[in-house]
């Protein structure tokens, strides 16, 4: 049970001799102490699912009174930290599930703030029975305080603004008015396709950005280079934590190894031990047999000669 939650989390075990006192401490502190033990529990303290994109942290706790969190930072090793880093690591120096989350959040603030910002300068088509008009939306873009805000924007949330759900003809794809019949107002204008180019053109540009309250929050660069950058980040990691995988297992190999040619047992050297024994008790057989014929001889055949 102990080597079993030694690969939960790295425990320090004390003990003596047969019947003493066990004890098992855990990031510093006491688990099992004798008969008596502490344990842990954990609590949500966030959420990733929340539209701000808030990382989603579990927090383990020992459970008592009053309750404290589990000192991480004094753990090294084990299934525990992977999955806790794997849970809440949000930057590249501790690669997590929310670090990718937030790596995809930040794609699609850009795209919203991008093409929606180019989207708005283009006219919609009066085919629909609306006049051509300008500052649509491509994409659902929150308003906070009277200005566009993409922070609560997440790749779970990401999606095309009701005004194109409602009439493709909202698309606004000229990047001039669209007038079907002259007017005194407006000369006689078909449109054109050059602000469709424009927001096609994004797919080419290395220098995006997502800027939130006046402030560039994430530089994309390239679209195409950013997502390939998302990809590399994820097979990176996967590559690297199948290394260490395989170089731990070799040390546990070599460390299991060692303990067991110590506290162990060989089978080879107990079949040895056990041919060993097989042949003394043969021998010891064969004595005993000698000596039984030997006295059969003395009791039985001596003294009856001629008889």
């Known amino acids: 049970l102990i080597d079993q939650l030694s690969a939960i989390a790295d425990i320090e075990y004390t003990g003596d001799a047969i019947g003493s006192k066990c004890t098992i401490r855990l990031a510093g502190e006491v688990l099992v102490s004798h008969k008596d033990v502490n344990t842990l529990n954990v609590r949500e303290t966030n959420n990733v699912l929340t539209d701000d994109g808030a990382p989603k942290v579990w927090e383990i706790y020992w459970d008592k009174t009053p309750p404290s969190a589990l000192n991480l930072d004094a753990l090294t090793g084990g299934e525990l930290l992977a999955h806790i880093k794997l849970l809440d690591g949000d930057s590249q120096d501790n690669v997590g599930i929310p670090y990718f989350i937030k790596e995809l959040n930040s794609l699609a603030q850009a795209l919203v703030q991008n093409i929606n910002a180019q989207h708005r300068q283009g006219w919609t088509h009066p085919a629909s029975g609306e006049v051509s008009t300008q500052g649509k939306n491509f994409f659902e873009e929150p308003i906070v305080s009277g200005n566009y805000d993409v922070s609560g924007v997440t790749a779970g949330n990401i999606q095309i603004s009701q005004d194109i759900k409602d009439s493709v003809y909202n698309i606004a794809a000229s990047d001039v008015k669209v007038v079907l019949a002259a007017t005194p107002e407006d000369e006689l204008q078909v449109g054109n396709n050059k602000n469709m180019l424009s927001i096609f053109a994004q797919y080419s ?27 590399l980040d994820v097979a990176t990691t996967l590559e690297h934590s199948k290394h260490k995988t395989t170089t731990s297992y070799s040390l546990l190999l070599s460390a299991d190894t060692q303990r067991t040619a110590v506290a162990g047992v060989s089978l080879d050297e107990e079949m040895t031990q056990m041919i060993k024994y097989n042949h003394a008790y043969s021998g010891a057989s064969r004595i005993i047999t000698a000596m039984d014929e030997a006295l059969d001889v003395l009791i039985n055949k001596m003294g009856r000669v001629g008889l």
């Open 205 to 231: 540009k290395t220098d995006l950005q997502v800027i939130i309250g006046g402030v560039v929050a994430k530089n994309i660069g390239k679209y195409d280079g950013y997502v390939s950058s998302i990809t």
